[in-house]
């Protein structure tokens, strides 16, 4: 595989991902690497739009936009909330920032009384996300093992 399908594929293989380096200057090889990488991501977006194609990631993202709206987001987290009582995340460990973030907002950050969400998980695993894990304990009220 040539280098620009390799960065190409690298841009869009995870869309949560941060594109890098950013600051590499433009005339630099990191530098065209980047703004390629970053045009294919975009491109990739236009095409989504224009097709209305919706993936997982596309629905996680709407949904912790809709959950963080200035004006709505109270009213989404609401009425999450009145639907499931309570949410177990079994094999949390596998829970990315979005996930994390919706978890957070729809279910513990938005008032005392509303510690519904349980998660249990194993960071032994190989693949486990350390860092929202480690997140979501500093949230925790309780803890046990």
Known sequence: MDDAQRVARAAVEDPQARLEPAAAAPDTLAGHRYAFAKAVAEEVRRRKRARRLVDYDDLLVLLRDALHDPVHGSAAAQRIRSRY????????????????????????????????????????????????????????RTTAT
Request: aromatic share 8%; proline share 5%; hydrophobic share 45%.
């Open 85 to 140: 009582a309570v949410v177990l995340v079994d094999e949390f460990q596998d829970t990315d920032p979005v996930q994390w973030d919706i978890l957070r907002t729809a279910f513990t950050a938005t008032a005392p009384w509303c510690s519904s969400a349980t998660q249990a998980g194993d960071l032994r695993l190989p693949g486990g996300d350390v860092v929202t894990y480690v997140e979501a304990a500093k949230d925790a």
